[in-house]
């Protein structure tokens, strides 16, 4: 293992050695320990910069997307030059985590996490950190998890307030217990509608690394076993206590929808329109009104009880009552789906 400045390789992690709980014996650990980070845009920059700074020996860090000017007010791994030369979220965390920490592995996969990959992704790893930005992927990393027997760490913030919640196959709840179906599009906020403050990022990713170092370290005792809500801004602090569901779907009858594609969202080319039709994973009924007051602050809106037109940037989404949505100005289906999680909702 290499060195720095001739010093041994524990001299690195000496303050986080001197922690009993951790000690050599847990140090040890984490460096042989595995870990998929799906998400590298705020949460998963922070946590993965958590991790790496540990010494988790193995980090996959996944994510489809591209690094914007936008980003850099809370995705703490990117720099102006990452959003100027359009680097891909994952390339760019690699570099500035081989930085800090060049004693550990690191793989970059730049692609959609999907029914296709997913098992893929988290078979090999001993934890799944969750950086995602919709409910259907971690609904889709829920069920591999359950299936493939990995314990993963949901976590979630939008404006000033955030959530996590441990997850252990077999011992806790999953998240089908807690959330039952899949909330409604456009019940939920996304960042790209109400925003979301840095602080909170912060808070909820730390959480997350936090609870995570704690597993693979083997103090799995001091693993938070309830739901955290936090509101930094309204200094709120809220703890749940989620029972497993004895007749839910995922982790007790092992029907994987997600899983199988069976919900996956589904994306049609419209030949010559350079657009794509986007269909939402399940029947939905939109309140056209609510979305666009939501909207209207991000770029113009305009429609009628049928349908409602959202211009922004190069974009024009039309967007219907049923949840379905065609996405003007792009040619690449994973952008369709994007830009339809962003501000339909998901």
């Known amino acids: 293992m290499a060195v ?15 922690f009993p709980p951790i000690g050599r014996e847990g140090q040890e650990k984490l460096l ?22 540990a010494g988790v020996g193995f980090l996959r860090l996944v994510d489809r997307d ?51 990959n997913i098992l893929d992704i988290i078979s090999d790893v001993d934890l799944v950190l969750d950086a995602t930005d919709n409910f259907e992927i971690r609904f889709l990393i829920n069920e591999a998890s359950v299936k493939c027997n990995k314990p993963w760490i949901y976590g979630a913030c939008v404006a000033s307030y955030g959530i996590t919640f441990s997850i252990i196959p077999g011992e806790t709840a999953c998240l089908h217990c807690f959330f039952g179906d899949l909330p409604a599009h456009a ?7 109400a925003g979301v403050l840095a602080p909170i990022v912060n808070v909820i990713a730390s959480l997350q690394a936090m609870e995570a170092l704690k597993y693979l370290s ?30 839910c779907a995922v982790c007790v009858n092992k029907k994987y929808q ?21 269909l939402p994973s399940r029947r939905v009924n939109l309140s056209l009104g609510k979305l666009t007051d939501r909207l209207s602050a991000l770029g113009r809106v305009t429609g009628n009880e049928y349908l409602i037109k959202f211009n922004v ?8 009552p049923d949840g379905r949505a065609i996405i003007k100005g792009t040619a690449d289906p994973k952008i369709a789906r994007s830009l339809y999680a962003r501000y339909v909702g998901g």
């Not at 019940?187 to 509608?193: L, N, Q, V």
């Not at 997600?258 to 986007?278: D, H, I, K, N, P």
């Not at 940037?313 to 219907?320: C, G, K, R, S, V």
């Open 4 to 18: 720095i400045a001739d010093k041994p390789w524990w001299e690195r992690y000496s303050r986080q050695i001197l």
């Open 32 to 53: 042989q320990s595995r870990v998929a980070v799906i998400g590298m845009g705020a949460l998963g920059t922070v946590s993965a910069n958590c991790l790496a700074r």
């Open 66 to 116: 591209f690094v914007e000017p936008s980003n850099l007010q809370r995705q703490i791994l990117f720099t102006e030059d990452d959003a100027n030369k359009v680097m891909p979220k994952a390339t760019a965390a690699l570099e500035k985590l081989a930085a800090v920490n060049s004693n550990i592995t690191y793989e970059a996969i730049i692609d959609d996490v999907n029914h296709t």
């Open 187 to 193: 019940a939920a906020e996304t960042c790209d509608t």
């Open 218 to 247: 083997g103090n799995s005792a001091s693993l938070n076993q309830q739901v955290l809500f936090i509101d930094l801004w309204q200094n709120e602090w809220t703890k749940m206590t989620v029972s497993r569901s004895e007749d």
């Open 258 to 278: 997600y899983l199988s594609g069976e919900m996956e969202q589904q994306s049609t080319y419209l030949c010559g329109r350079e657009a794509f039709q986007v």
């Open 313 to 320: 940037d190069q974009y024009e989404i039309i967007i219907f």
